[in-house]
Nanobody, 122 residues
Framework: QVRVVESGGGSVQAGGSLRLSCTASTLPYGLTLSQVSKAWFRRQAPGKEREEIA????????RYAESVKGRFTVSQDNAKNALDLQMMALKPEDTAMYYC???????????WGQGTQVTVSS
């Protein structure tokens, strides 16, 4: 059973920073996070669609949504088998539940965490 767990959320004032981390246990076929595509999503309000904000593909190529480009950095820590998201210059509109997603298929990502809340106050 694959278990994806996010950590590092919390409350911060505008302009501050936070670092999120995601780990995934026992991926199929003995795969590690570095060998699969993975991403961070966020949902800014209940009922609003989840927004894909940062991805690392199997080749290590990173992509960012325009809303976070230049402020957020996604990286993988191979030693810890973890996916991190460094968030800088946070804005109130970054307030959201942040989710880690792992292993992209033709039907979307297969494994999701439960999310970690980030709240940015003005």
């Amino acid at each position: 059973q694959v278990r994806v767990v996010e950590s590092g959320g919390g409350s911060v004032q505008a302009g501050g920073s936070l670092r999120l981390s995601c780990t995934a246990s026992t991926l199929p076929y003995g795969l590690t996070l570095s060998q699969v595509s993975k991403a961070w999503f966020r949902r800014q309000a209940p009922g609003k669609e989840r927004e894909e904000i940062a991805t690392i593909d199997r080749g290590g190529i990173t992509r960012y949504a325009e809303s976070v480009k230049g402020r957020f950095t996604v990286s993988q820590d191979n030693a810890k088998n973890a996916l991190d998201l460094q968030m800088m210059a946070l804005k109130p509109e970054d307030t959201a539940m942040y989710y880690c997603a792992v292993l992209r298929s033709n039907n979307g990502y297969l494994y999701w965490g439960q999310g970690t809340q980030v709240t940015v106050s003005s």
